[in-house]
Each structure stands twice: as C-alpha cells, then as structure tokens.
C-alpha cells in the first residue's frame, strides 16, 4: 500500500545550498500528595474490580452537578476533549483524562491480508497524534514474528517486542527484547500488573525449522504457519493476539493513552468475540471500540498490495515468485474463515467503519463518541491519487529584514525575486510530474509482465477519451494566506493555469500585544512572558487581544490537511513560519515536541508525493 512519503526535499529554488512535552500534573485540590490517587493503582481483572477501585478512590472531580435521580449509576459525560481550545477541573489542559475512560476509543481493524489495515491505521495515528490526541498502534504481526523467531530451542519461552524503555523511547522496531520469566496466560487470580513484564511468555514447541549455519532454531512462518490445522502455530498467534490487546489496554487504561489500535486481520467472528470480552473485562462498558474493516475490492488495487508485501519483513531476502505464491496461499487460508463485519455487529449495536478500496467507499454504524466521529470523518477524507504537495514560506518581507515579528508588510526587493522564481520552478515541475505519470502508466500490465514494478494506485476520478484508462489532467492549486506577503508570493502565477486562493486559515501565528516586536525588545518589556515561551513553546499562548500559540495554529490547519488528503490535484501551500511547521509536522508524522522547533528558513521549498 502506498504511504506519503515521510521524507521530503528542500532547496533554495535558485541552486544555492540551504543552510513529548511535559503535561501539567493534575491537581488535586487540598489533598496532599500522598492520596491513593496520585498512585497507578493495580490494574483490575474485571469490570467489577475496576468499579470496587473507583469506589475507594473517592469522589471524583467535576464540572458537573450530581444526578438528582435516586440510585441512578455514576455516569461521567464524554463530550469532546481538545487540548488548547477546552478546559475542566479534571483536564485543564484539554487532554482526556485518565478517568474518563468513556471518552478514549480503541480501534480494532478487521480484514483479510494485503487489504491496507496498516496503512490506515498509520493514517489515523498520524492525524490522531497530530491533534494533540495520544494514539499508539500494536501491530500484532510484529509480536507474532518475535513469537516465532526468538526462541533458542524448543520450548524456550519469549518475552513480549516493542517495551517502551524508562526513557520513552518505543524500540519495538529493534532486535532487541526484554528476557521475563514465563506467565501462564490462563492464570487470571494475580491482582499483580504483569504489564510491567510484557505479553505472557509461549512456549513454542512443535516443529521447527533450523537456520542453514545451524543457529538459532525458528518456526518457518510460510502459509502453514496461519492454517488453523496447525494447531501450535494457532495457539502461538492467538496468545500474541490477545498479548498485544493487553499492551493496548494498559496504553488506554493506566499510561495516559486516548487511542489505542490494534492493527491485526481479526478476521473471524470468534476472534472479534474474544477482542471484545477481552476489553469488557478489563475496562467494563464505558471504553469505546470501533471495528474498521478495510475490503479491496478493485483487482489492480488488490495486485498493489501484494507485490508491496514482498518488501515486507516476512518476505524480505527471498525468491520474489517463491514468496508471492506462498502469500497468496496464505491469504486463501484466511478465506476460507473470513467472516466480514455486518449481521452480528448491528444486531448487538456495535460501532464499525467499512472502507472499500481504501477510500472509494466508507460504511460505519453507530458511530458514537468524539474520537470514533473524528476517525470516521477522516477515514472520508483521503485517497491513494498521484500528486505533488508543495510547502513554503512566502518570500522574504521588510518586517524579516527588521527581525520583526507578525504584522503584514510588503516583500523585499528579494522577497519579489523569490515570487519570480517560485512561479517558474513550479512550472517546470508540474510539466515533469505529468511526464513521469505518462511513462508509469505506459508500461503498467495487468496482470503483471516480468520486469513491471508496482503497479500504481487505481484513481477513482473522471476520466477522458470517453472513461479510458488515461486519468484527465490534474490541475493546480496555489494557497495563501490573506496577509500581504503571502498573497504577493503568489503574484506571478498565471491564474488561467493556476487557481491561486486566499485562506485566513493560513494566516500567521498572531502574537498578540507582541506583534510588530523583536525578540530582543520582547526580552526586555515581557521578560516573564518571554521565559514562559521559551520553556514551552508548542503549549505557550501569546497575550493579548487575538493571541494564539501553535495549538491554535493545528486546529485552524485541521480543515486545510483534510482538505489536501481529500483533494486528487496538486497544491502549493504558501504560509508563515508557524504554518509551515504545523503541516510538515503533520505530513512527516513529527512528535509534538519538535514542532515548534523545526528549522523552516526562507527560501526553502518542500515537496511531498504518495509513493
């Protein structure tokens, strides 16, 4: 499946050279410290566990006046959590809350392999984290080749892949893993967090295959790894399933999460039954869970994906025709039991999203809750089509040459030349990305003639010649913002060829009662203004009548991003400083705390294409 590309190129358009922030702790009025709730209480085994735990924390902190019916449950609202832009005793800083585990969602993705679940799911986390919502994806194919592999002999037992060490750093893309003793995974009377442990260990046993140097011995993963005869391989992947669904939860329950995606095909309804107990039992009915089956429908689209997988860890270094023709018999083996979503999900009013050739076609059902109505509403918004996005910052203005901030001035003399050349270089070009397209589609066969490379990702969009293959040519979009030297960046595009627009949404960070300064002169009237920002500047607001600070600048980009992953043509996007990090944050999927600091001179032109 085809991604945005997470690289970018950046250049001086004339040749020459270019030269996780801290949460505010939670108050806890004129308790001291010591409270039972400033601790990570032990996780619960059960719905009734957790509700025995939340009874002797005590009463909890809200906004919002006690029920007035008599014997009436406890129910906290799940109304929208959006850090910057609300507040509550519980979340002043817009974040959900731990306790409010009704308001955090996990996502369990439903599908047959080659079908697009990872690349959807690291669309979503991507969106989801640049909203400032904390979502981590747990790839269950990743624990099941540690599963498999990582065993000395047989029966050696392994412990879980992906531990977030004590410095926040995730290495479940690294070799190496933390050794545990072995948990019976069917023991359930320990009250004990074995999260701190990882997955229960699985003795593997069976038959193995052994390295040709007569080194570590491994189970071959081939197609009869996932035939559901082979009942030690079966027993291996469905630990690992439900392994990795207890890492989710941990995530969502007790580190703070909002979304947690368990990326896995799930298949069968006995598997989706079991992801469901599984989660009742340990987080009761408030949780929301929203299945999101992704189908492939389109047979040029289907042929994408599997050649793709070839690259992929369970094929990598192996007889290309070999390895294709072994996936395809796995994915026959996963037919065979394939039960789609539908029938019993709407008879028990579960929420589900189908998405049909990644985008082409969007289903759901019951969607309820803040963030399940913002994953759907994404999920509508984006398509696989060939196009180039351009980033920049408008050209140099008679504000930068006073090291000035804010305001709306003119462009220098150079700020004019840079306008001149951009024109020109995007010119070009457009004329080569068309060229380019004009050659792939030209020596693409289905089905595939030896030498092909993938194919292209199918695009559902008009045609021309009478609804040929040939896709109609794309047009080109140049966005500014509405402040002086962003539209005057934009002056010398032909408007015939070019739709050239105004968005305020693009409009610089406004600095408040600090527009129109220097640094040093905000250094020296608002010292303490100053150091605040300087700590911590994605969180920071400005002072003042219209300030704002890059939490502000996200949620009016929201609309922009969805509008350039919905959209097929092209687009330049010409903004500020502030505005250029916040979306090439968001396209290159940056952690929120480098945002603010990311370097975006003048002069550099950025330009991102699904590849």
């Known amino acids: 499946m085809s991604n945005l590309a997470a690289t970018t190129t950046a250049q001086a358009i004339d040749g020459s050279p270019m030269k996780d922030s801290l949460l505010p702790s939670r108050k806890s009025g004129s308790r001291k410290p010591t409270d039972r709730d400033e601790t990570e209480p032990p996780r619960p085994a059960s719905a009734t566990a957790i509700g025995q735990l939340r009874s002797s924390l005590g009463a909890a902190l809200t906004d919002t006046p006690a029920t007035s019916a008599p014997n009436s449950p406890r129910i906290r609202p799940t109304t929208l959590d959006i850090p910057g832009l609300t507040k509550s005793r519980v979340s002043p800083d817009g974040r959900i809350a731990q306790r409010d585990v009704g308001a955090k969602l996990v996502i369990v993705m439903v599908g047959l392999p080659a079908r697009g679940k990872s690349y959807v799911t690291k669309k979503i986390a991507r969106y989801l984290n640049w909203l400032q919502h904390d979502t981590r994806i747990f790839n269950v194919g990743e624990r099941r080749r540690i599963a498999a592999k990582m065993n000395q002999a047989p029966d050696l037992e392994f412990a879980k892949c992906g531990t977030e060490m004590e410095d926040g750093s995730d290495h479940s893309n690294t070799n190496s893993t933390l050794v545990v003793p072995h948990v019976n995974i069917e023991d359930t009377s320990s009250t004990e967090n074995h999260s701190a442990l990882g997955p229960p260990a699985i003795g593997l046993g069976g038959d193995l295959a052994v390295h040709g140097d007569g080194s570590t011995p491994v189970m071959a993963q081939d197609a009869s790894f996932f035939d559901p005869e082979n009942v030690v391989a079966a027993q291996i992947r469905e630990q690992v399933a439900m392994s990795t669904l207890d890492e989710l939860l941990d995530y969502v329950l007790f580190q703070g999460g909002s979304v947690?995606?368990?990326?896995?095909?799930?298949?069968?309804?006995?598997?989706?039954?079991?992801?469901?107990?599984?989660?009742?039992?340990?987080?009761?009915?408030?949780?929301?869970?929203?299945?999101?089956?992704?189908?492939?429908?389109?047979?040029?689209?289907?042929?994408?994906?599997?050649?793709?997988?070839?690259?992929?860890?369970?094929?990598?270094?192996?007889?290309?025709?070999?390895?294709?023709?072994?996936?395809?018999?796995?994915?026959?083996?996963?037919?065979?039991?394939?039960?789609?979503?539908?029938?019993?999900?709407?008879?028990?009013?579960?929420?589900?999203?189908?998405?049909?050739?990644?985008?082409?076609?969007?289903?759901?059902?019951?969607?309820?809750?803040?963030?399940?109505?913002?994953?759907?509403?994404?999920?509508?918004?984006?398509?696989?089509?060939?196009?180039?996005?351009?980033?920049?910052?408008?050209?140099?203005?008679?504000?930068?040459?006073n090291g000035k901030i804010g305001g709306d001035s003119d462009l220098s003399e150079d700020g004019k030349r840079y306008a001149q050349t951009l024109a020109k270089f995007i010119d070009t070009q457009r004329k080569a990305f068309s060229l380019r397209q004009a050659q792939k589609q030209a020596t693409t066969h289905f089905p595939p003639l030896p030498g092909d490379s993938t194919p292209p990702n199918p695009e559902y969009t008009t045609t021309i010649n009478g609804g040929s293959s040939q896709p109609a040519e794309k047009n080109f979009c140049v966005w500014t913002s509405m402040l002086k030297r962003s539209v005057a960046t934009a002056q010398y595009f032909d408007e015939e060829e070019y739709d050239v627009k105004q968005m305020r949404m693009l409009d610089e960070l406004n600095a408040g009662v600090m527009e129109g300064m220097t640094y040093s002169e905000i250094r020296k009237t608002y010292a303490d203004e100053y150091e605040l920002r300087r700590r911590d500047k994605l969180h920071y607001r400005y002072p003042g009548a219209g300030g704002e600070g890059y939490l502000d600048v996200i949620n009016r980009l929201k609309a922009v991003i969805v509008e350039v992953e919905r959209m097929t043509d092209h687009v330049l996007l010409i903004g500020h400083r502030s505005v250029a990090r916040v979306l090439l944050a968001y396209f290159m999927g940056l952690k929120r705390e480098d945002v603010a600091d990311l370097d975006v001179p003048l002069g550099a032109l950025y330009c991102l294409e699904p590849v």
Not at 286 to 305: I, M, R, T
Not at 306 to 312: H, N, Q, V
Not at 314 to 333: G, H, M, N, Q, S
Request: overall charge positive; hydrophobic content about 40%.
């Open 260 to 401: 947690g995606i368990l990326d896995a095909t799930n298949s069968t309804l006995e598997r989706r039954k079991r992801v469901m107990k599984r989660i009742r039992e340990r987080a009761g009915t408030e949780l929301g869970v929203l299945f999101l089956e992704s189908q492939c429908l389109d047979k040029n689209l289907l042929e994408s994906n599997m050649r793709l997988k070839l690259s992929g860890p369970d094929y990598k270094d192996k007889d290309p025709v070999t390895a294709l023709a072994d996936f395809r018999e796995r994915v026959a083996i996963y037919e065979k039991n394939y039960v789609p979503i539908g029938e019993f999900e709407e008879r028990n009013n579960l929420q589900y999203v189908q998405m049909i050739d990644v985008g082409r076609k969007v289903v759901s059902h019951q969607i309820r809750g803040f963030l399940a109505a913002q994953t759907v509403y994404y999920l509508l918004n984006f398509n696989l089509a060939a196009r180039q996005i351009w980033i920049t910052r408008h050209g140099e203005s008679l504000d930068n040459v």
